[in-house]
Every structure is written in structure tokens, then in C-alpha cells.
Nanobody
């Protein structure tokens, strides 16, 4: 299993970016997939997840209404569309994927992530 995130960069407050994560070694409709981020001096936090068990999507409260997660099974790629970016969105963004246990809640995976991680891509929101 491999995940490769891209699309980070420098953007002004209020701007938009779209992150991509190319995956290989598994099918997107079998594993849960999502995005985490880690700001300087902060713990890594869950941003958004697609729950493969029922196809639902989850977002951290801090990004609801501004970020959208999606997947393209034909391209084996997941995306994170980020709009209305704020300086506090500055972080290294990571994609994560893995099998989801029926016994674990989505909140568990939003806190800890999944089995597989890609290298991050840096997003800097600054004027």
C-alpha cells in the first residue's frame, strides 16, 4: 500500500487549494481514506474521512463548510478541496487509509487515523 500526497503550497487567506493523494495497493471502495494535518508544535489531527463501511463523510468542526473530501476510484486518487483558507489551516497535510473495524467508531479513526500513511504536503496560508 502506498499513498502520495501533493498539491500543497502557499496561499493567501481566503484562497483555495486542492490536495490530491494517489493511492496504490488497494481499492478505494474497500478501505477508509482520509486526511490529517499537523501544525507546527501541535499534535496531528483528523481533518476528514470517507467511511468505506457506508460511504459517509466526516469533518473536523474547524473545517466544516470549507473543506470537501472526495475520491475518484477510476484514478485511485482522493482529494481535499480547501476553500476560505485561514492562517490556522497552515500545516503539513497527510493522507491515510486502511481497513475499518465494525467495532470502532469513526471518531476513533478521526483521532488516530488508519493503518497506512503517506508523506505529507505542506500548506501555508499567509499574506
Amino acid at each position: 500500500v502506498q499513498l502520495q500526497a501533493s498539491g500543497g503550497g502557499l496561499v493567501q487567506p481566503g484562497g483555495s487549494l486542492r490536495l490530491s493523494c494517489a493511492v496504490s495497493g488497494f481499492s478505494l471502495d474497500v478501505y477508509g481514506i482520509g486526511w490529517f494535518r499537523q501544525a507546527p508544535g501541535m499534535e496531528r489531527e483528523g481533518v476528514s474521512i470517507i467511511d468505506s463501511r457506508d460511504g459517509s463523510t466526516y469533518y473536523a468542526d474547524s473545517v466544516k463548510g470549507r473543506f470537501t473530501i472526495s475520491s475518484d476510484n477510476a484514478k485511485n486518487t482522493i482529494y481535499l478541496q480547501m476553500n476560505s483558507l485561514k492562517p490556522e489551516d497552515t500545516a503539513v497535510y497527510y493522507c491515510t487509509a486502511g481497513p475499518l473495524s465494525r467495532r470502532a467508531s469513526i471518531r476513533f479513526y478521526m483521532k488516530f487515523g488508519m493503518d497506512y500513511w503517506g508523506k505529507g504536503t505542506l500548506v501555508t496560508v499567509s499574506s
